[in-house]
């Protein structure tokens, strides 16, 4: 599960591997969107489990449920700095009248030369047999479906999404090797319908979690 660090054409790298994903960690600080939902809950503990420097967590309001994941997203970075013990991240949040806000930030991050890398927490969509057995009108993003290996690395290696080729059920597998399943977990949010921080239990993200998790908090 550890991992030491190498040589890379910018910076040294640790390479990462959990229940066969490879996580890679620059030897300097990084940046991470933290939604509030499951997926970028347990990457951002990874990185701070593992990385020795400072991590950016970085959140944008969701506009579609008014801006109620910040809550979630809060609490999720306030339980990793518990459970890893590792105070060297700052929490930035930013709220949104317009979508157009969020790509702001992003693009903000990736010109900043401080930060290593930026990380985003999206993963891919169960195969479409196990999403014709959800109970939801809804079918998921298009572009998350497996149906081919998508690229990890984007704007030239300043964008990196580690999940992007595994879906929710590898995500609740390493929660639960990490042992963080009973607290971690129930603290996340995956719900677009709700405006009150629970779960419908009827949306496309509802039944990917509980599909995957067996359970939705």
């Known amino acids: 599960m550890g991992g030491n660090y190498f040589e890379a054409s910018e910076y040294r790298i640790m390479d990462i591997n959990l229940c066969g ?17 499951a997926d970028s809950a347990l990457l951002l503990y990874i990185l701070m489990k593992y990385s020795p420097h400072k991590v950016i967590a970085v959140t ?18 306030n339980k990793v700095v518990e459970l890893t013990d590792n105070y060297s991240v700052e929490h930035s949040i930013t709220y949104m009248r317009e979508f157009d806000g969020r790509k702001a930030v992003n693009e903000s991050l990736v010109a900043d030369e401080n930060i290593k890398l930026y990380y985003l927490g999206i993963t891919s969509n169960p195969s479409e047999e196990v999403v014709k057995t959800f109970n939801c009108a809804e079918h998921g993003e298009e572009d998350r479906y497996p149906s081919e290996e998508r690229p990890v690395w984007r704007r030239d290696g300043a964008i990196y999404i580690p999940f992007y080729n595994i879906d929710k059920s590898k995500v609740a597998e390493m929660y639960d090797y ?39 908090v």
């Open 60 to 77: 944008s309001g969701n506009i579609g449920i008014d801006n109620c994941n910040t809550i979630p997203a809060t609490q999720v970075v």
């Open 178 to 216: 990490l042992g963080i399943t009973d607290t971690l977990f129930p603290l996340t949010l995956s719900c677009t319908k709700n405006r009150d921080g629970t779960h419908c239990d009827n949306c496309w993200w509802c039944s990917e979690r509980k599909w995957a998790f067996g359970r939705l």
């Open 21 to 37: 994903v490879d996580i890679h960690i620059p030897d300097g600080e990084i940046a991470i969107n933290v939604s509030g939902g």
